[in-house]
Nanobody, 119 residues
Framework: QVQFVESGGGLVQPGGSLRLSCAAA????????IAWYRQAPGKQRELVAA???????SYVDSVKGRFTISRDNAKNTVYLQMDSLKPEDTAVYYC?????????????WGQGTQVTVSS
């Protein structure tokens, strides 16, 4: 059962920006911290950024200062604002529940949203 719906990806030039959205069921959104993950071709899925129910945030080093995660509790939605995009940010981006130092909460993943950074 898919718990998350990701959107907002696209093709952008290096240095450009995109904002991704992750819609989650209310029961999920109200209980769990939410994280963005990404998977590039031929690579393992990696954690990108996470936000707790209290809006504490954390980021992987490679996106610090460029990406901003936020949440809108009224809309059960988490956003990922991505600025100064680089070709190495190219990946399919997913969201899921988050627990520190643990795999994603749910085994089922959404369809993800493709981000391609290329000139």
């Amino acid at each position: 059962q898919v718990q998350f719906v990701e959107s907002g990806g696209g093709l952008v030039q290096p240095g450009g920006s995109l904002r991704l959205s992750c819609a989650a069921a209310r029961r999920i959104f109200s209980i769990y911290a939410i994280a963005w993950y990404r998977q590039a071709p031929g690579k393992q899925r990696e954690l990108v950024a996470a936000i707790t129910s209290g809006s504490s945030t954390s980021y992987v080093d490679s996106v610090k200062g460029r990406f901003t995660i936020s949440r809108d509790n009224a809309k059960n939605t988490v956003y990922l604002q991505m600025d100064s995009l680089k070709p190495e940010d190219t990946a399919v981006y997913y969201c899921n529940g988050y627990r520190p130092f643990s795999p994603a909460v749910f085994d089922a993943w959404g369809q993800g949203t493709q981000v391609t950074v290329s000139s």
